[in-house]
């Protein structure tokens, strides 16, 4: 089981990235995606999730407006565009998958992207 995380980086505020997750290993479409993220000294907080089918998207208030996760099941891909950035945007963003399968949770984290917003 994989879940590789890119196109973190070093971006201006007010600019846009969009991170990507890569998933193998697992039934991608049996599972709801989310992308969390850990500012230094700070816990991890979830920033958006999406439904197995991509058809329900829910997000963290900070993120509202300013962000849109989606995902393509034939690519075995989740996304998150982020736009308008904040220096407090700057975290590690990691790419999480939950399932209950058969009765049996099942979840996964990807290795993080780092995201920096300089002030």
């Known amino acids: 089981v994989q879940l590789v995380e890119s196109g973190g980086g070093l971006v201006r505020p007010g600019g846009s990235l969009t991170l990507s997750c890569a998933a193998s290993g697992f039934t991608f479409s049996w599972y709801a995606m989310s992308w969390y993220r850990q500012a230094p000294g700070k816990e991890r907080e979830l920033v958006a999730i999406?439904?197995?089918?991509?058809?329900?998207?829910n997000y963290a208030d900070s993120a509202k407006g300013r962000f849109t996760i989606s995902r393509d099941n034939a690519k075995q891909t989740v996304y998150l565009q982020m736009n308008s950035l904040k220096p407090e945007d700057t975290a590690v963003y990691y790419c999480?998958?939950?399932?209950?399968?058969?009765?049996?949770?099942?979840?996964?984290w990807g290795q993080g992207t780092q995201v920096t917003v300089p002030s």
């Open positions: 999406i439904d197995s089918t991509g058809g329900s998207t």
């Open positions: 999480y998958a939950k399932a209950v399968v058969v009765g049996l949770p099942y979840d996964y």
